[in-house]
């Protein structure tokens, strides 16, 4: 879209007077994505942890001029700038915008709006390949689905689209209402509901009658009619004719009826009867049983739409799976390699590019990899190719690597864009000549983008310690659980300090570092300098803490901003005669109290003294005082916890009264939901936000597993029964028996305790046990039980979504802090967005 700010007010229904002729062609409510500063339209939203006003004075310095705002005054004083101002808000104002631009859509436009539990973005992506042999289809990007999402979603359509495809996604009770006004759907679906993570929904029946409020106004609703709870709540939202459901059960109710076979080669075969009685068969397709769901959800819509069931087969039968896993590995030669697996075309670019240029720290060249979708229409492919350009361009991207074949044309318009230019015809070339194109990508941060699968291929050639044994980390599910906790936080205004000692728990700390800042944790806590040191490298800007600073570099922790806990007077003494000599002040400090761990920290006698030495200088500032509870989830200590907790709210509460911005913090991640009236201003969420329940009394169940230790079959065998295995023949084979090798030891971090038995492993859904000695680098494991289910290559999992790392845990005697923070840095972390 491209309007003037003065169209545009008007359109939000704000005041235009006094507003210049600018033309806006971006809308922004995310600095950080900052593209194209003069055309920009800024909207300063505030959410429960951020607010989009900080960053106005910052925008401004880097060329934006146009800002909707709720409020004037405290703004930088910015002569030159257009500023719409809404009292009711940013956010509004931007779905009023996108509200308006869908009221002045062309009769001609198909608005069809999904929403649901799951298979959202699949279904979205799907539904655009279905309908766009005979029409002209628009889509939200990605999974662009958000109470912002939605509004740009709208913005970015091409209004000459004759099928708009939204997708709509809430988090909160009373979103989906306002999303509706926002979209007024022709043609809306409800795929789906599952009883997720999403606790602030309330029970299944409160999201499916919050999620079917989409579906309320639209002239086609389209639901599974076999799933009773949505199809009963359907029933008393929506008369008859307005109502499309489809049924793989034969329920009478539905509109479209389908049956499904699955061959012996676990391909699925569709059946789809219409109403008018055609009938047509799909040709079989590996799919899950989501695909099937969401495939019969597609058919239903290509049905409404008036296509009839041979058509709607023969379309079905041309689908595949999608993935929108994005996942960032370390590379070979240094490169950082990001494999996103989502059609690169002009809306989608533009998203993966920003995710890209946030990892571009220092000064590392930057190069784009991607296959460009296939357009018949040639005026459309031109305009695709263009605008591709011009994302590359206002990025400054540095080299593109295409997978596909240009005209003249198109590589004149590329080359202008980047620096340079490479085309491969297809993405297998690409992968013949990498020998030779490698070491032209040294050091550099790789985006590879698109869907074909050949370009999984590449990113794995590109991989670094291809062994295959890697710890997989969730960057959604950490973000999941951190809300979870967010979400329990009985004050709005306490706030999180994430810990990420130990190299986030063995997750590693700069992904999830840079994750958990983007969510607007209040603090960072390492354990050592170093930690913090390396976070400040890699480009981490939100205050850090360290715990155990034994800081024996004040250089590098003050240059660092990093800020130290004191926990004894030496300490203290010698901060500030380091921070003397160089003249700094008001360096922040955490004081840490010995409350009943009896490790490390200030117990109540020496608060006075502690007191007048902190008054008689001004090198140090005391920002937070905390403490550190020793038996948090042991109920039957709880008399001592007590203790601890009321001399925490004494003696913190003493240094209150000195200082009264002093923050208070002494829960961790157990102590958060044992003793919620003890949250103060901060809070310390450690091993809990890496999805570990401490508590089995249901109180964590919303915790999702962050790391999943996996590995792979490097060879498999029968051995008769009597056969030993390993070192010291210390396995044997009781009956004839297959036996699988798996690259991973004891010097990965598998405890040689767990071997002859004590570890079961997971393969192909069998709880598989190891036979002998865990040896370095190798372990055995008995595969009897899988039968032919087992192959060379297949995928072992240690720990992860079957395995609980608890289980390991027990199994040890220990504690799964200690299972986590084992697995050894050779093993290679991979960090994926779902
Ligand atoms: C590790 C640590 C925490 C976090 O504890 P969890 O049990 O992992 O939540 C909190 N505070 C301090 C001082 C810690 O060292």
Redesign the pocket.
Known sequence: MNFSIQQISDMIGADHRGLSDRMIDTLLTDSRSLSRPDSTLFFAIRTSTDDGHNYIRKLYDMGVRAFVTDHTAGLPDMPDADLIVVPSGALHALQNLAGTIRRNLSQDTTVIAITGSRGKTTLKEWLATLLSPDRSVSRSPRSYNSQTGVPLSIWQADPMAEALIIEAGISRPGEMSRLTDVIRPDIAVLTNIHDDHTATLGSADEKCAEKSLLLSDARVAVYCADDMNIASRIHTLLPGDHRFGWSLAGNNEARLQFSHSVDPDGNVMLTVRDLSGNSAQTTPVRFSQTDVENACHAAAVMAAMNYDAPAIAARISSLRPVSTRTDVSEGLDGMLVIRDRYEADDSSLGPALDFMRRRVTDDSLTTVVTSVPVLQDPVKRHNMIRTMADELSVRHIDSLIVTAQLSDEERDILTGAVGSLTVFESAEDLLAALPVTRPLLSRRVLLITGADPALDAVAAALQARRHETMLEVNLDALVDNYNFYRRRLTDSHTGIVC?I?ASG?GAGSYEPARTLQAQGAAYL?VAVLDEGIELRRAGITMPIMV?NPRVVNYDEMFAHRLEPEIFSFDELDAIIAHARRRGIRNYPVHIKLDTGMHRLGFIGDELPELIAKLHSQDEVEPVTV?S?LAA?DEPALDDYTMEQLDKFDRWAGRLREEWPGIRRHIL???GITRFPERQYELV?????LYGVA?MNDGSQDGLRPVSSLSTSVIALRDWPAGTTIGYGCAGQCMTPSRIATIPIGYADGINRHLGNGVMKVSINGHRCPTIGRICMDICMIDVTECGDDVHVGDRVEIFGPAIPVTELSEQLETIP?EILTSVSTRVKRVYYRE
């Open positions: 810990m000692k728990y806590a715990l905390f550190h948090a961790n991640s157990t310390r969420l450690g091993i809990c401490t802090y």
